[in-house]
């Protein structure tokens, strides 16, 4: 009997399969801005946070408002930003320091590794570029990316 409760308590239980995905092999890539744009990855980034989207709220409540509670109605969305934590190299850093530099915003993708390869696509204005130069680990750099617009996805 306690052989017939094990061989069905390890074949016939629900398997619990996750469809997470690794971050490993995750491309942070540029656009060139020309007509017939051109995507390039940007090399050893460490981590990519965001993009962290937010909605505005606009305060409605009013004395007509009895039930004690504030009222809200949607306002702007806003894209949010992306922050890159990468290892410093001279092309990585010139790349992300000429986007600084300029005064309009630039196209950026984040591929996934998904079985779809889904891309995050989106449009922004670097806001900081830091280098932390540690006396016994590697030189890194940190970059801030505010979005202007929609973040659009496609696989």
């Given amino acids: 009997m306690l052989l017939l409760f094990v061989f069905a308590w ?5 398997a619990t399969v996750s469809e ?6 995750t ?22 946070t965001g993009p962290n989207q937010t909605r505005g709220t606009i305060d409605v409540t009013s004395l007509d408002s009895t ?25 990585g850093w010139e790349a992300m320091l000429d986007d600084f530099e300029a005064d309009s915003s ?13 891309t995050l696509d989106f449009a922004g204005l670097v806001t900081d570029v830091g280098m932390a130069i540690p006396f016994d680990d590697k030189i890194t750099s940190d970059v801030t990316i505010k979005i202007t617009g929609q973040v659009g996805i496609t696989s």
């Fill in 67 to 91: 039930a004690g509670y504030r009222e809200f109605i949607a306002s702007f969305r806003d894209g949010g930003t992306v922050a890159l934590a990468m290892n410093w190299t001279r092309d």
């Fill in 20 to 25: 997470a995905v690794a971050g490993v092999g």
């Fill in 10 to 14: 390890i074949y016939l239980r629900p």
């Fill in 27 to 48: 491309v942070f890539k540029r656009g060139d801005g020309e007509s017939s744009e051109q995507f390039t990855a940007i090399a050893e980034i460490n981590s990519i």
């Fill in 106 to 118: 630039v196209n950026y993708q984040i591929v996934l590794p998904d079985t779809g390869a889904t």
